[in-house]
């Protein structure tokens, strides 16, 4: 299946998305890019904020660009990988049976398939900036991310039925 018909599909079943994608085996270079996919489209998603409030304060926009670039394509993944490896030393204390592999599918996958979220955060964040609209749109994206994330740390670690 295409990314977006898998984005589209864990909307309807997370748990079944991340079974298939562990279905095709461990690959570090699939993992790899799709936490690098999801940093790419916070970054994204970050610039219209970005350019309101450079253009608020009366500031340049590219030094704001530039440290939103390094923290996202940079550091984050790094923080992401390293999230990936407590989350699954916490499940392995439970009893959970999976591989750090599939703990960072999980992860990576929550991370991207929320990710038009994000986008719509983005843009309120810009459009409108700080406010109920923009907390509630945060809140959402938060609780779909959480959802995806837990339904697929658990087919990851337990194999429990999408």
């Not at 843009?123 to 809140?139: C, D, E, N, R, S």
Request: proline fraction near 6%; charge should be positive.
């Amino acid at each position: 299946m295409s990314l977006t018909r898998e984005i589209v599909a864990t909307y309807r079943g997370p748990g079944a998305v991340v079974r298939r994608l562990l279905s095709q085996g461990p690959r570090e270079d699939r993992a790899l890019m799709l936490v690098m996919a999801a940093c790419a489209i916070f970054f994204i998603a970050q610039m219209p904020a970005l350019a309101r409030q450079a253009h608020l304060d009366g500031s340049a926009l590219n030094p704001k660009l530039g440290g939103a670039l390094l923290a996202w394509l940079i550091i984050a993944p790094l923080l992401f990988y390293a999230l990936a490896a407590v989350t699954h030393f916490i499940a392995r204390i439970f009893g959970g049976k999976g591989t750090g592999y599939g703990a960072r599918l999980a992860l990576f996958w929550s991370l991207l398939a929320a990710s038009p979220l994000v986008l719509l955060n983005g843009l309120a964040a810009g459009l409108i900036g700080p406010g109920p609209q923009l907390t509630l749109v945060g809140l959402v994206w938060f609780a779909v991310f959480l959802w995806f994330w837990i339904r697929g740390l658990s087919v990851a670690e337990r194999g429990a039925p999408a």
